[in-house]
């Protein structure tokens, strides 16, 4: 069965310093998503992205954060300098179309130092 | 704003039915989803009603949709301790956009 994959599972990083979260979406999906939850706290969107353009960010993802789909299959999240605050689970979710079921990674475990 | 609410918990012993309840405000939400978070895990999509529909049901899970209230419930029958895990129920907007609850932590005793 297709499945969302995501890398690294755990990262941990300075504050300050620069990370790029991988996802490989499922291959037919179109429609590819952002969510992070912090420890103890509520599943919160990020952003949505299709046709190679931001459809909706919410007010976390600011300057800091960037999405880029670099070829057919990766879909990352870069968030230039990191802060204590960004430590969180991220997760990657895809669907076929924009109000088709999401389908979510493991996440990535930010752990910022 | 748009907002979802879920009480945090829930215990059952195995075999009996389980019922997890959550609210929304937004009445223009397309989609109500149930997922799934089990420890350490991703979340997994269980099911999801559309918001024309007032009942969906798959196996042993029943979705009752009640539009009015805004009301959202997931009944679980015959809860097994493999069913313990966090429950998240989410709501979606025209743009795909999903806003989650805060989660329901199942708790299943033998």
């Known amino acids: 069965e297709p499945e969302v994959t995501q890398t690294p599972s755990h990262q941990v990083t300075q504050m300050g310093q620069e990370v790029i979260l991988r996802c490989v979406p499922i291959s037919n999906h179109l429609y590819f998503y952002w969510y992070r939850q912090i420890l103890g706290q509520k599943v919160e969107f990020l952003v949505s992205?299709?046709?190679?353009?931001?459809?909706?960010k919410s007010e976390i993802f600011d300057d800091q954060f960037s999405v880029e789909r670099p070829d057919g299959s990766n879909f990352t999240l870069k968030i230039r300098s990191t802060k204590l605050e960004d430590s969180a689970m991220y997760f990657c979710a895809s669907s076929a179309g924009v109000r088709e079921e999401q389908y979510f990674g493991p996440g990535t475990r930010l752990t910022v130092t | 704003g748009e907002d979802v609410e879920q009480s945090l918990f829930l215990s059952v012993r195995e075999g009996d039915s389980s019922v997890i309840n959550c609210t929304y405000t937004?009445?223009?939400?397309?989609?109500l989803y149930w997922y799934k978070q089990e420890p350490g895990a991703g979340l997994q999509l269980l099911t999801y009603i559309f918001s024309n529909m007032d009942m969906k049901q798959d196996q042993r899970l029943t979705v009752l949709l009640n539009k009015k209230d805004k009301h959202l419930s997931l009944r679980i029958a015959d809860t097994q301790t493999g069913d313990s895990a966090i429950y998240f129920c989410?709501?979606?907007?025209?743009?795909?956009?999903?806003?989650f609850g805060q989660g329901t932590e199942l708790s299943v005793k033998p």
């Open positions: 989410a709501e979606s907007n025209q743009g795909g956009k999903l806003i």
């Open positions: 937004d009445s223009s939400s397309t989609y």
């Open positions: 992205f299709y046709n190679n353009e931001i459809s909706e």
